[in-house]
């Protein structure tokens, strides 16, 4: 892949020797971007949290706070970022884009880029997020840092985009000194949204895109809504996460059925995960969804430091492991030594005979 923008550290030499040929010039590019995602309509909270940030990025540029939404039927998201601090909002409705699949949404991201040319453009660090960034970077030969915690900007006009690297032991911070627009995907639940003004007042900018629906690989041909999924994980308040300790794929139905009794989400390790026991998306951590329940449940997970950081900012933490020196009991504020595997339903019984009034106290 060709990319014009060097990524460096900011205080240090250059990793590249040469410095490439500027395809994407500087000139020309105003404003801050972010990109709003939904499903099916329903906001992600890291849009309005990347808007919260984008707010302060933009007045710091002297710019205007844009945001971006693609979607079918998703006006009133339109409405929503501007009450969320938006002064313009770039709205692209069709029915290609009812569900998200990388190619229309990239081909309407680029179409709005190529004519408006925003100086920045943020992205939650999500499945979506993640995969549709690196297609528009890609595409505009432009830089792209992946799950930031912090950015700012610097001398310049240069937006410092700082990450955790090397196993989270240094913090890193990137600039993308020439392709602009410069990107950055931020981590859920690491910026903080504004409060929701339903007074503010702001332009929708709608821009129509010809999409040639042969051209696009992928069909949705139906969507299937995962009981006791993760859909937008970082929003729940109860999370019930397994780990290696619980065993094998069948016995995360022990975890389901926990989480059922207290409408809690599912949540995993990065090893129950690699294992092929739960799929990605519900994956926390590191690598995965950073989250901040009122109640997260810990079965059968060590406690790997790649871990913590995703779940660590929870407001209560119950963990479970056979392991009484495992890392998780550290930041725990109730732990239980024993197997998941027989604590699990024991718990479920137990919360079950409480919630049906089974106990007196």
């Known amino acids: 892949m060709s990319v014009a923008c060097a990524q460096r550290h900011v205080t240090d030499e250059p990793y590249l020797k040469e410095k490439r040929p500027e395809t994407a010039p500087r000139q020309g590019y105003e404003g801050v971007w972010v990109f709003v995602e939904h499903l099916r309509g329903e906001a992600g909270p890291v849009s309005w949290e ?51 699949r990388t190619e229309p949404y990239t081909e309407a991201l680029l179409h709005l880029v190529r004519k408006y040319r925003p100086e920045v453009i943020l992205y939650g660090a999500t499945t979506y997020g993640r995969d549709l960034s690196s297609a528009v970077a890609t595409e505009l030969e432009t830089g792209l840092t992946a799950d930031c915690t912090e950015l700012s900007i610097g001398e310049g006009r240069l937006l410092h985009q700082t990450r955790p690297a090397f196993g989270g032991n240094i913090m890193a911070t990137i600039v993308c000194r020439e392709g602009r627009p410069q990107m950055a995907t931020v981590r859920p639940r690491v910026m903080k949204a504004l409060e929701r003004d339903e007074t503010r007042r702001g332009r929708i900018v709608e821009e129509r895109v010809d999409f040639k629906e042969e051209s696009f690989p992928t069909r949705v041909l139906e969507f299937i809504r995962e009981q006791g999924g993760a859909t937008y994980l ?3 308040e ?64 060590s406690g790997a430091v790649q871990h913590l950081v995703g779940m660590e900012g929870s407001d209560v933490i119950v963990a479970i492991n056979n392991d009484p020196d495992a890392p998780i009991f550290r930041v725990a504020t109730y732990g239980i030594v024993g197997d998941a595997v027989q604590v699990v339903p024991a718990l479920t019984q137990r919360f079950r005979e409480r919630l049906r009034g089974g106990e007196a106290s």
Not at 65 to 76: E, I, P, Q, T
Not at 260 to 288: K, M, N, P
Not at 292 to 298: H, T
């Open 50 to 100: 990347l808007l919260g940030e984008g707010r302060q990025l933009a007045d710091d540029l002297g710019v205007e706070l844009g945001a971006v939404v693609l979607g079918h039927g998703v006006r009133h998201l339109a409405r929503d970022a501007i009450a969320q601090g938006a002064d313009v909002v770039f709205l692209v409705e069709a029915p290609e884009l009812a569900e998200y």
């Open 238 to 301: 109860v999370i019930v996460a397994g780990g290696r300790g619980m065993g094998s794929k069948e016995n995360f139905s022990l975890l389901r059925e926990l989480a059922d009794v207290l409408g809690a989400s599912i949540g995993a390790s990065r090893g129950a995960v690699e294992a092929g026991w739960i799929s990605a998306e519900h994956q926390v951590g590191q690598t995965g969804i950073t989250v901040r329940p009122k109640v997260y449940i810990a079965c059968g997970i």
């Open 234 to 236: 970082d929003r729940a």
